[in-house]
């Protein structure tokens, strides 16, 4: 394999998983010699110190330099003895990585805990909304051009777009738009970031949910310069084998269908699953967000007291 075109996000996420695959005991030595010698120099080339990594590639980034000093990384060649090295000072990094997982999955609880309030304030107040759900990420083939910078600097347009949802003066994919939320994530196997996305819709006046979700995921590729592409979970024959199982927790959810309403909360709140530390950042900017959602009280939603100032 080459790894002469793994990009930031990758080169981060590779040695991720190295460094976790050691201490769990899961991997050969000869693999971890033949992934030393194949992401090193990739990683060494894309490290930024201006950036925040996961306590596993710090983990990796301090104890490879303390084996090979300040040889230049084009120079390194992970033999025998170096790579039984590297497996011996891991262990001592294994506390610090622990209490970053403990650390996510406490934050994924306090999010969903959130989250669930949110959704439910939401569903209570209106009689039925259109739950849209759609994973934006990037095409595989594509993933190399794009790095961690991009990927905020798209988020934040987007964002910008569904802030703006209901301006007159914007007609766009996001009107009618009563309730959103979104979570940042990482692919633990391919490196990929990506985000899930629900969109929550007045349901009095938008219904072809299909054709939403299509809409939302055409406005991510143009924002991505058409890097990016998206997976619906809306297509008729996928919606059908949720329902079959009573599961259908998208598409139009009425308030006095509490087997909608169930359905529709547990499908929202996979977006702050705390199980799902594998798909953490493995880098990220500092005071950028993982997760975030709109406001139920605001001075545009009718029906509610107004807010004083």
Not at 85 to 107: G, H, S, T, V
Not at 277 to 291: A, D, M, N, P, V
């Amino acid at each position: 394999m080459s790894y002469s075109h793994l990009n930031q996000p990758l080169a981060a996420a590779n040695v991720h998983s190295l460094v976790t695959d050691i201490l769990a005991n899961t991997i050969c030595f000869n693999e971890v010699l033949n992934k030393l010698n194949g992401f090193y120099y990739p990683f060494m080339t894309h490290f930024d110190s201006e950036l925040f990594y996961s306590r596993p590639v710090l983990s990796f980034f301090s104890s490879t330099q303390a084996i090979v000093g300040d040889t230049y990384p084009e120079n390194v060649i992970w033999d025998h003895d170096k790579t039984q090295r590297f497996i011996d000072i891991l262990p001592c990094y294994k506390n610090d990585i622990e209490n970053e997982r403990n650390a996510f999955i406490y934050q994924e609880s306090q999010n969903k805990n959130e989250l669930g309030c949110y959704i439910n304030n939401l569903i209570g107040h209106y009689s039925r909304l259109l739950f849209i759900r759609v994973d934006l990420k990037y095409a595989q083939e594509m993933s190399h051009l794009v790095s961690i910078e991009d990927f905020y600097n798209h988020m934040s347009k987007l964002r910008g777009l569904i802030g703006k949802a209901n301006d007159p003066k914007i007609k766009n994919c996001f009107d009618d738009l009563q309730g959103n939320a979104w979570a940042i994530e990482q692919g633990g196997v391919n490196g990929g970031l990506h985000c899930h996305l629900l969109l929550m819709y007045d349901g009095a006046r938008r219904q072809n949910d299909w054709y939403i979700a299509k809409e939302v995921g055409e406005k991510w590729k143009m924002i991505t310069g058409g890097l990016g592409e998206y997976y619906s979970y809306h297509d008729k024959e996928r919606k059908q084998q949720y329902s079959q199982y009573g599961k259908l927790g998208i598409g139009m959810i009425h308030r006095n269908n509490p087997q909608e309403v169930e359905n529709a909360v547990r499908s929202a709140l996979y977006l702050t699953d705390p199980n799902k530390h594998e798909q953490q950042l493995k880098l990220w900017i500092s005071g950028k967000r993982t997760f975030g959602h709109g406001k139920f009280r605001t001075e545009n939603r009718r029906g509610l007291p107004p807010i004083s100032k």
